[in-house]
């Protein structure tokens, strides 16, 4: 990945007013993750809630006055060490009633309203791809000419795209590849804020950090370790599901344990991309997936709800890919394929491109792929079965079927017609029609 972070980073709150959440909430979280952490000294304490030293001196005075804390005295004898401070008995007993609340402890939520605008400065549609940086990502895949054309464009429209034909000709491959076309850095809150509700977004499974002193690969020429904590630095997210997608995954999961809120998928991947698929294999119709994401896809933002009923607005930056070798027209509706605005074909390659395909996937796995070869694959193994035809993926089960068979006869790799011959055994009924 290479290139600036671009996006404008949050800065840090200057007073508790401007975190965006109240006295009494901050001290909730204060007493919750002092009692659960052991912590004692105000940098520790302003380290797990990722909020400035100031503003935790400032909550620890209060905290003082109503008898949750008292100061213990300073650790050691230097003028700069810190003054150590312990829960009360009042301290604890208020932990548990704000336990009773959630179970959430550490960082200090984003509220919504605040989330919303540093969407707003990182958006999706303010990072336009180039030619050369969609021929980087898709450096290791053999696309043609007419599909690269098509590719570009979807993405920089920031709207959905559908990749369709028939399997086992890259479409999820490509769909996963525009993950890493994006060079610019979003920052994901850790947690979010609704009518004192939390609803945790930062998640390490799909977001991934970007450390601030990076520099190796240009991901950062500036620093943004100044930025508000309460958000990571991460590279676009990408989130990708498939037939396990159902429509509840796309609302907010709720844990009565712990009384919060985990945000939908749509809304990790905000700022980045969503991919589907294996559209129209999940148990939902495709029409009902659809027809959930309508309003998102048109008016770039989404609606959820607490369980009180509230009901509220989140962005929806996100670039929509849909996989899928299910005809389009069989899957939804004339409605339906209008508002995924780029319907683009993934077929088959013809013999010159399955032949590069071929060339590069044995140069990767260190073996030869020459013309005797070439031309046993060609001509004995395809133009002898019946209604063989060419797949992307062909290539590779070849090469790795050859490669394990070179490693059980104890030979050096290698592309022999014996080995392929066998290889080719175990694919042909995925050839066949």
């Excluded at 400032?58 to 230097?78: D, P, R, S």
Aim: with cysteine; hydrophobic share 40%; proline share 6%.
């Amino acid at each position: 990945m290479s290139g600036d972070v671009v996006s404008t980073g949050p800065k840090p709150p200057s007073s508790i007013a401007a975190t965006g959440l109240d006295d009494v909430f901050l001290i909730d979280l204060l007493t919750k993750t002092v009692e659960s952490m052991g912590l004692d000294r105000p940098s520790e304490m302003a380290h797990a809630l990722k909020l400035p030293r100031w503003i935790v001196d400032e909550l620890l005075e209060m905290a003082v006055e109503m008898k949750l804390f008292y100061a213990v005295g300073q650790l050691g004898a230097n003028l700069n060490a810190e003054m150590r401070y312990a829960i009360t008995d009042r301290g604890r007993e208020r932990a548990r009633e704000a336990f009773e609340k959630n179970q959430w402890i550490g960082p200090a939520p984003v509220p919504l309203e605040q989330f919303v605008e540093q969407a707003k400065n990182q958006s999706i549609k303010g990072e336009t791809l180039t030619r050369e940086m969609l021929e980087r990502a898709f450096d290791d895949l053999t696309l043609s000419e007419s599909v690269m054309q098509q590719l570009g464009p979807a993405a920089n429209s920031g709207q959905s795209i559908m990749l369709f034909g028939p399997p086992g000709n890259g479409k999820s491959t490509i769909a996963e590849h525009f993950c890493h076309a994006y060079h610019h850095g979003v920052f994901i809150p850790h947690a979010l804020e609704v009518d004192n509700q939390i609803i945790t977004l930062y998640d390490p499974t799909v977001h991934i950090a970007i450390d601030t002193d990076e520099h190796g690969d240009g991901v950062l020429r500036r620093s943004h370790s100044g930025h508000d904590q309460r958000y990571v630095l991460c590279r676009r997210p990408a989130v990708i599901t498939g037939g396990e997608l159902s429509l509840e995954k796309l609302d907010l999961a709720y844990s009565p344990e712990a009384r919060i809120y985990e945000a939908p998928y749509q809304l990790k991947a905000c700022g980045g991309v969503f991919v589907v698929d294996d559209f129209g294999r999940q148990r939902h119709k495709p029409q009902e997936l659809v027809n959930r994401l309508i309003v998102p896809l048109e008016n770039r933002v989404d609606y959820l709800s607490l369980k009180t009923g509230r009901k509220f607005e989140v962005p929806f930056d996100t670039l929509v890919i849909f996989s899928t070798n299910i005809d389009p027209e069989s899957l939804l509706d004339t409605a339906g394929l209008r508002r995924i605005r780029f319907k683009i074909p993934i077929m088959p390659p013809d013999r010159n491109q399955f032949v590069r395909i071929f060339a590069r996937t044995a140069q990767r796995n260190g073996m030869d792929l020459n013309e005797e070869t070439l031309a046993f694959v060609l001509f004995e193994l395809y133009a002898k079965t019946p209604n063989a035809t060419f797949h992307a993926f062909h290539p590779r089960f070849l090469v790795e079927q050859s490669l394990a068979i070179c490693a059980y006869e104890g030979v050096a790799p290698q592309l022999k017609p014996e080995f392929l011959r066998r290889a080719w055994a175990h694919m042909v009924t995925q050839t066949a029609t």
